[in-house]
């Protein structure tokens, strides 16, 4: 088990912009294409793939929720 402090990711309380959810499945479709050909090996590319996704994605769900009235 490691016990070196980090800081999160993500942290939940922080105020975000919140696209619609048209612009927020168009960027999540076009980060998933641009990503898709990042190398498995370089562990950059793999970490800067990873973080882009992960921004596309909350993107999408904060997008979806607001549109839900969530």
């Known amino acids: 088990m490691n016990s070196t402090p980090f800081d999160p990711l993500h942290t939940p309380e922080a105020p975000g ?13 076009e980060t998933l294409a641009e990503q898709q050909a990042a190398n498995i090996y370089d562990d950059r590319a793999m970490l800067g793939a990873a973080v882009r996704l992960e921004i596309a994605l909350r993107h999408l769900l904060d997008a979806y929720d607001a549109e839900a009235g969530r």
């Open 17 to 29: 912009w919140t696209p619609s959810l048209d612009v927020a499945l168009e960027a999540a479709r």
